[in-house]
């Protein structure tokens, strides 16, 4: 780093302070803090507090409850961001591919994302309740059995999972039209000049490998966003029924805020952060350098 | 010819987004459908969209009534107003620093910025909460802003913009006799505004939507957010009044797709930028 | 004479209202290599994407090796393009960009199948033979080191070698290219020039060189297509169109300084008057008594004395230019400085001779509408000289 100037230090200082003092209380105090609290059997409102070390996380490993909503949160991750990328980005090369409403249904696919996640969530339910939801009427209409979606423990990832879908394509699809845009028209003159004449040469030569950077950032995104599903359990099934849906979230809420352990909680918390780092690791040290192309 | 269609293949194109436009549509039109119809109706197991008998007047009474309605948006418009603006004012001067300035330190400071970024409110929810409780906190509008205040997806994404910003405007306007303040309102914001405008945007759908954090400091109706303030209207209904429960989340989902509907590029713009930058 | 290799017949194109191409007809014979320039914005580009077949034209026809391809999609007509960006596929190394048109044209999509493909029965012998004709265009264009190479790992005058080795390993009925060279720095330029007329020359195949730049469509084509607003002006080998523009927007578009102009009337003698200074004389029936004289800046001399067909001017300036000077004159009446081009050594003598003249057989005549005018005998004044 070239040497700096007292004086551009002092103004530098100066901008940051107000955000560095922010960041210590509001970030770095508290990610120490539930580090440190990870490692305790503290409760909330409870004076006395063991340290119990690693075995804390010892604890989690044999905490089914733990464990279940881990693999619901993969689970889940699973069906709903590689569903809702590809339909996202099958959306946008259809918007793309002609002139025709691309302004209204870019509006329409959109929509879900600005409305209200419990409210539409809400709907959802309505939607698919299992006697009178508009859904099993019409699966019935057309001759087949209804299906108890979120009150069944077999289908109620799913069926959060088709909420989540929902929700996310029209963000997904959104970037990848910025991404389609800014594909070089060019490379597609050479394609055709260099003799691809299907659709899906065009696809597999050009458009795939250039969309790389904005699929990657789409997926991560995508994965970053299932994992940290927690409104529509909370409003719909409140991780029930019998635990099916419990996702990382929901037992960090239920076991710091309405137990009150907030030892376990935090430990949970940790493991929270742990995944994220791993996906953002995977993505940035892994995926990114097949992406760009420098 | 590139892009070259056939008249089948542009219907089909249109079929196809027809058709997931309409799948996409389904539950907007019977949230809107639904919040007309009396219960009797609702539970008569009928897909029909135009109800029969009004309860539109019952349905918006109980939705506007069973809960504060008004306050509850009230709130959700005054705590996002006050987190986007609070989240520019802190982070726009950092950002500026880190793009711009030299200064011992900027490495540890950026730093701090990822790690920011890597780690979200809801892992660190534990100690902010037993902190609100110390200070006494909990239950005020200010619990609902005060975590938000910093936010390190602001300043990376505005030191992303302003690195792109000549250097030689900044050293014209020092030249000119501004102090480094004064360049970051005077010359950094004005040029930054698209990174400002999509921010916004960002945030206000985010901190709109958030239920987490909303749903741990506070417990009282008065105080609530618009998706806490419908979980309270789903506990105060008894039964499964989906008439009104629907009105309920017709009023409260209005507002912000209204916003979106007025400002639609702003939108599209804003989630693309943040998106392609971040 | 043979049959045109690439017939441009009575092309005209629109862009929603803007007109932006009209009543084309460009012939090419075999192996010809032809320069389309003009200005930005005058529809070249647009006249070589319809050559092509990534535009289609709204009249006319294009004929290829005698065959109306009009309708043919560009993939299948067998053409190669090297664009100004270069177009490479920057996910793919250099050979692989090369090797893509010939994969695409030689194998079946059975063949082309990943790791697959390779055990269908003469699908080794097909991939050996793309790989021998890369590294044979490769050595030619000097590229051999780079081909494991991506796009940004190359320098932009690799870049355009391997868009060039791309158009040029399939050996394909005609070479398009698109100012191939406007994203170089000057001095490969002018290297990157002979190199081309080169290749072109070897290759022997039909040539369309779009360029804004007049000195490469002077310097590389065998004939020049001058195109303004939609139109081409005139097709004549590079001397014919310096030399002798058929039209006022040919001469002031090509020659570097431009061409000076000026305005004059014309008696009922055929002697062209500016001011009140007889410039030439032997004009044949002007179609207008208003015309228009051009003449080259080193065609102008300057004399110390007043003499017939001359015009006296104030020097305001002299520009060094190293091989030569430019005398910037001015004369009364005229709005536009008059620029004369002499050996520098002689320049600043000059600047004591403020009579300007033109030497013999170098006005050029053109009547209002900007046409040339025929001259019976030009510019008789200098027969002493």
Redesign the interface.
Known sequence: MPRSDPHESRAAWFLCGPTLLLMLLLLVLPTIAVFVLSLTDAELGEPVVHFLGLDAYADLLTDRSFLGAFRHTAIYVLLVAPASVLIGLGLAMLIEAGAGGRAFFRSVYFLPVVSLVVAMASVWQYLMHPSFGPINIALRMLGFAGVNWLGSSDNVLAALAVIGVWQAVGFNMVLFLAGLTAI?R??Y??A???????AW?RFR??TW??L?PTTLFVSTISVINAVKVFETVATLTQGGPAKASETLLWVIYQEGFVYLHIGSASAMAVVFIAVLLFLLVIQTRVLDKQVH?? | ??G?SSPLLRGLRLLVLTFGAGVILFPFIFMISTSFKPQAEVFSAGLSLIPTGSAALDNYTKALTRIPMGRILLNGVVVCAAIVLFQIVFALPAAYALAKLRFRGREILFGLVLLGLLVPIHAISIPLYAAARMLNLLNTLAVLIIPFTLSVFAIFLFRQFIRAIPDDLIHAARSDGLSEAAIVWRIILPNAWPAASAFAIFSVVAHWNDLYWPLIAISKTQLATPPLGLLFFRAAEVGDDYGALMAATVVITTPLVLFFLFAQRLFIEGVTMTGLKG | MKPPALHLKAIGKAFGETRVLSGIDLTVAPGEFIALVGPSGCGKSTLL?IA?????PDEGSVVLDGRDVTAI????RD???V???Y?????LTARQNMA??LV??RMT?RERLPLLGRFLPGVRAKLSAIREEIEAAATMLKIAPLLER????MSGGQRQRVALG?ALVRHPRAFLMDEPLSNLDAALRVHTRSEIVDLHRRAGVVTLYVTHDQEEALGMADRVAVMLGGRILQVAAPDVIYRDPQHIDVASFIGSPRINLLPASVDAAGRAQCGTHIMADGIDSPTSSQVRLGVRPEHLRLDSEARPWSLPVAIERIEFLGAGALVHCRAEGLQDPLIASVPPARAEALRHRPILHASANSLLVFDSAGARVGQRQIAACHAAE
């Open positions: 070089d060019t490379l003159a050479a055709e000049m260099d003799g691809i004449r299907s040469d030569v050009v490998p250039m790389g192309y420098g | 010819m590139i070259r | 994407r092509a077949g990534l535009e289609s999609r560009a993939a299948d053409m190669a393009m664009f100004q960006s177009a490479l596929y920057p996910h893509l048109p695409m044209r999509a991506k796009p940004a790992q791309r």
